[in-house]
């Protein structure tokens, strides 16, 4: 048997002088750091990507994904996995270091040119 009965439509109604009122905020209140604005400045506030220093956790994931690839690469042109893979270990911890050293030296060159540049810029932040 067909259903009969129709669902509920919200619409937008307006008032006898024709103008249609916004409902309004209708989730959850703001909390008060909202009101203020200041998880706007926060989010304004952030460090660039580039002005923190390297940690070995991001050196070892860029190092796996490199890794990964390579071990693909080198089954598919070689064709003997048991060949390739013994060696993913060796080149796992070789991109790990060249990863985080690399890393590294362009932090600390980026620094450095700020300072020269902005004059102490990244020794306040």
Known sequence: MAQTKRKRQT???GNAAGVVESRGRTGRKPTPAEKRGEIKRAKEERV???DRPPTWRAAF???MLASILMLLVSI???GKSDQV???FPFVLG???LISYYTDKWLFERRQ???VKQGGGKAARG
């Open 11 to 13: 619409k937008h109604r």
């Open 48 to 50: 660039d990507r580039r």
């Open 61 to 63: 994931y860029r190092a």
């Open 76 to 78: 598919i042109l070689i």
């Open 85 to 87: 893979v013994p060696l």
């Open 94 to 96: 070789a991109y790990t």
């Open 112 to 114: 450095r040119n700020k």
